[in-house]
C-alpha cells in the first residue's frame, strides 16, 4: 500500500543522501544527474527504488485530484499549495493556499476538506521532504561545481517549498513552479473511465439545479449555460 511504499522508498533515499554526503566533493563542474547517477548506479536496490519512484508519481497524480476533487479549489490554487498546508484540529480539517480574486490579487486561506485530503497531502509531502533532502545534500556537498542555474534552481525551490514542485527523478533533483501535470496519462486503462470528465444529461440537470449551469463566470462565455 502507499504507507508500506512510501517508507521504503524513503530508507532507500536516505541511502542514496547518506552516500552523497560521505562523498568527496568535486573540483571539477559537473551536472546534478551525474551526481546522484553514480551513486543510484551503486545501490544493490536500484530496480527495487526505480520502481518505487514510478509509484510516487501516481500518488502525486492522487493527492492533486483529491484536493481538486473535494475542496473546490482551481488547478491553480492547488499547485500553490506548499509543505505543512494540511491542519486537522478536533476532527476538523483544512488546507491552506492561495486564493485568486476576481481582481488579479491573492489571498492566502484555508479550505475545508476531508481526511482522505488531509492523509493524500501528509503522505506525498513525506516524498517532498525527501527529496529536499536530496537537494540539501546536492548543494551541501556539491554547491561550487554545478552550474550557477542549477544551484538557483534548487535554492529556489527549497526556500518556496512548494508541495507539487519537486520534479519526480529517481536519478536526479530539481524544482518546477507549475507542478508539470502537463503529460498527464492514466497510468492503469483500467481506470480510466473514471477520468473521463465528460458531461452527461444528468450532470446538466444537476448544475441547473443548484444554479450553477455556467461555461464560465468570466469572459466571453460569461454565463453561458452548458
Same mark, same amino acid.
Given at each position: 500500500? !502507499?504507507?508500506?511504499?512510501?517508507?521504503? *522508498? @524513503?530508507?532507500?533515499?536516505?541511502?542514496?543522501?547518506?552516500?552523497?554526503?560521505?562523498?568527496?566533493?568535486?573540483?571539477?563542474?559537473?551536472?546534478?544527474?551525474?551526481?546522484?547517477?553514480? #551513486?543510484?548506479?551503486?545501490?544493490?536496490?536500484?530496480? $527495487?527504488?526505480?520502481? @518505487?519512484? !514510478?509509484?510516487?508519481?501516481?500518488?502525486?497524480?492522487?493527492?492533486?485530484?483529491?484536493? @481538486?476533487?473535494?475542496?473546490?479549489?482551481?488547478?491553480?490554487?492547488?499547485?500553490?499549495?506548499?509543505?505543512?498546508?494540511?491542519?486537522?484540529?478536533?476532527?476538523?480539517?483544512?488546507?491552506?493556499? @492561495?486564493?485568486?480574486?476576481?481582481?488579479?490579487?491573492?489571498?492566502?486561506?484555508? *479550505?475545508?476538506?476531508?481526511?482522505?485530503?488531509?492523509?493524500?497531502?501528509?503522505? %506525498? #509531502? #513525506?516524498?517532498?521532504?525527501?527529496?529536499? =533532502?536530496?537537494?540539501?545534500?546536492?548543494?551541501?556537498?556539491?554547491?561550487?561545481?554545478?552550474?550557477?542555474? #542549477? &544551484?538557483?534552481?534548487?535554492?529556489?525551490?527549497?526556500?518556496?517549498?512548494?508541495? /507539487?514542485?519537486? =520534479?519526480?527523478?529517481?536519478?536526479?533533483?530539481? /524544482?518546477?513552479?507549475?507542478?508539470?501535470? +502537463?503529460? /498527464? +496519462?492514466?497510468?492503469?486503462? &483500467? %481506470? =480510466?473511465?473514471? /477520468?473521463?470528465?465528460?458531461?452527461?444529461?444528468?450532470?446538466?440537470?444537476?448544475?441547473?439545479?443548484?444554479?450553477?449551469? %455556467?461555461?464560465?463566470?468570466?469572459? $466571453?462565455?460569461?454565463?453561458?449555460?452548458?
Amino acid at each position: 500500500d !502507499s504507507e508500506s511504499h512510501i517508507k521504503r *522508498w @524513503l530508507e532507500l533515499n536516505n541511502e542514496l543522501v547518506a552516500n552523497l554526503n560521505e562523498t568527496p566533493n568535486s573540483t571539477n563542474q559537473i551536472d546534478v544527474f551525474d551526481i546522484i547517477k553514480s #551513486q543510484t548506479n551503486r545501490m544493490k536496490n536500484y530496480k $527495487e527504488f526505480e520502481e @518505487l519512484c !514510478s509509484l510516487m508519481d501516481s500518488l502525486k497524480l492522487a493527492t492533486y485530484i483529491s484536493i @481538486l476533487a473535494f475542496t473546490g479549489m482551481r488547478d491553480h490554487e492547488v499547485i500553490s499549495c506548499k509543505i505543512d498546508c494540511v491542519n486537522e484540529q478536533d476532527g476538523d480539517y483544512s488546507i491552506r493556499a @492561495l486564493m485568486s480574486k476576481t481582481d488579479s490579487t491573492k489571498v492566502e486561506m484555508d *479550505w475545508f476538506c476531508n481526511k482522505e485530503v488531509f492523509e493524500a497531502v501528509s503522505l %506525498y #509531502q #513525506q516524498y517532498v521532504l525527501g527529496m529536499h =533532502s536530496r537537494a540539501q545534500a546536492v548543494l551541501s556537498n556539491y554547491g561550487d561545481q554545478i552550474s550557477n542555474n #542549477q &544551484k538557483h534552481n534548487l535554492i529556489e525551490g527549497l526556500k518556496v517549498g512548494k508541495l /507539487f514542485g519537486v =520534479s519526480h527523478s529517481t536519478s536526479s533533483v530539481s /524544482f518546477a513552479s507549475g507542478g508539470r501535470f +502537463e503529460d /498527464f +496519462e492514466v497510468p492503469d486503462n &483500467k %481506470y =480510466s473511465n473514471l /477520468f473521463d470528465l465528460t458531461l452527461t444529461p444528468e450532470d446538466i440537470d444537476e448544475l441547473d439545479r443548484i444554479e450553477s449551469n %455556467y461555461k464560465t463566470t468570466r469572459g $466571453e462565455l460569461r454565463g453561458v449555460p452548458y
